[in-house]
């Protein structure tokens, strides 16, 4: 029987070092990634940015819809009925306990 290893090219303990050295650094990279990604301060800040910017957003929205119901838009103005309704509806719902 033949060993499967006889046709491979030999390599040489400097390849082999090399080798294992490189993949060294692909770990540590790939571990260090990781330890970025799930790092809580990471994410707390990745959630308060995006929180910022949603708010952000909405005010720019909300100052909108009111710019032009002062102009008579009538759905802008029905915007703001319902969200004064909704608010209206949810305060009497909390103090009603």
Do not use: C
């Amino acid at each position: 029987m033949s060993d499967k290893n006889e046709s491979a090219p030999k390599r040489s303990i400097d390849d082999i070092e090399a080798d294992l050295q490189r993949t060294r650094e692909e770990l540590t990279s790939s571990v260090n990634e990781l330890v970025e990604r799930l790092d809580p301060r990471t994410k707390a800040k990745e959630a308060a940015d995006g929180a910022k910017k949603s708010a952000s957003e909405f005010s720019a929205k909300a100052k909108s819809v009111a710019a032009d119901a002062q102009q008579g838009d009538t759905q802008a103005i029905g915007i703001l009925a319902g969200a004064a309704a909704t608010a209206a509806l949810a305060a009497f719902l909390i103090f009603k306990r």
